[in-house]
C-alpha cells in the first residue's frame, strides 16, 4: 500500500521567507511526528500528533516553527522567518497508534535549504 | 531526557563479513528499541526492532541483543554484502509518553565487495 508521502521533495528559500512542508501519512495511522535531520546528523524529534492534537511540541527549536494537522490525516509543518540553520531534511513519520511504541514508518524527506 | 550514543560512526568492512554497531541509552524506562537503515537521499526504513521484555531477536542475517542492566543494544548484521552499505540508526523510545524516538548518531556501513 502507499507509504508515507511528503512534498516538496526539495525546497529552496531565502533567508526570511516563510515556508510550507507537508506530509501524507498512511492511511489509517493516528499518531505523527516530524524530525529534522541535519547534515550528517541523528534525527531530532520536532512535534508529535495524536489525532488532530499535538500533546508534545518540546521539540520545536523556536517559536518559528509550527506544525497542524486537520482531519486526523495531512499535516503541514510551517517554518516562519526562515534562517540558513534551519537547512536541514525534515522528515515526517506515521505508526498506527502511540500507546505502546509501535512501528514508525518515514517518507523520503523534504530537503530544505536556506540561502 | 533519553539520550542515545552510538558507535562506530563509521564501519568498513569485507563482503562476507559481520558488522556489529553498539548502542547505550540512558533513560531505564526505555522499552522499545528499532534500527533503521538509510540509503541516500532516501528515508529511514525499519529494519528490526526489539522491546525490553526480549533479550535477542533475528531476523535473517539481522539480529539485535538487548542488555537491560547495561542499558546497551546491539545490531549484528552476518555475511554483510555490498547493498548493506548505508547509515544505520539505533532509537530509544518508552511507552510513558509519546512514543517520540530518541536517535542515536548513526553509523556509516561500507561493505566492499
Known amino acids: 500500500g502507499a507509504g508515507v508521502s511528503q512534498s516538496p521533495s526539495n525546497k529552496v528559500t531565502e533567508k526570511g521567507k516563510d515556508v510550507e512542508l507537508r506530509c501524507d501519512p498512511i492511511s489509517g495511522h493516528t499518531a505523527l511526528y516530524w524530525y529534522r535531520q541535519s547534515l550528517g546528523q541523528g534525527l531530532e524529534f520536532l512535534i508529535y500528533?495524536?489525532?488532530?492534537?499535538?500533546?508534545?511540541k518540546s521539540g520545536l527549536p523556536s517559536d518559528r516553527f509550527s506544525a497542524e494537522r486537520t482531519g486526523g490525516s495531512v499535516s503541514t509543518l510551517t517554518i516562519q522567518r526562515t534562517q540558513q540553520e534551519d537547512s536541514a531534511v525534515y522528515l515526517c513519520?506515521?505508526?498506527?497508534?502511540?500507546?505502546?511504541?509501535?512501528?514508525?514508518?518515514f517518507g523520503p524527506g523534504t530537503r530544505l535549504t536556506v540561502l | 531526557g533519553e539520550n542515545v550514543e552510538q558507535h562506530p560512526s563509521t564501519l568498513s568492512v569485507q563482503e562476507g563479513d559481520s558488522a556489529v554497531i553498539k548502542c547505550t541509552y540512558s533513560d531505564s524506562a526505555s522499552n522499545y528499541f528499532p534500527w533503521y537503515k538509510q540509503e541516500l537521499g532516501k528515508g529511514p526504513q525499519l529494519i528490526i526492532d526489539i522491546r525490553s521484555n526480549v533479550g535477542e531477536k533475528k531476523d535473517q542475517r539481522i539480529a539485535v541483543t538487548l542488555n537491560k542492566t547495561a542499558k546497551h543494544f546491539s545490531l549484528h548484521i552476518t555475511e554483510t554484502q555490498p547493498e548493506d552499505s548505508a547509515v544505520y540508526f539505533c532509537?530509544?523510545?518508552?511507552?510513558?509518553?509519546?512514543?517520540?524516538?530518541?536517535f542515536g548518531q548513526g553509523t556509516t556501513l561500507q561493505v566492499k565487495p
Open positions: 513519520a506515521s505508526s498506527l497508534s502511540s500507546g505502546q511504541p509501535d512501528t514508525q514508518y
Open positions: 532509537a530509544a523510545s518508552t511507552s510513558s509518553n509519546t512514543g517520540k524516538l530518541i
Open positions: 500528533f495524536q489525532g488532530n492534537s499535538a500533546p508534545d
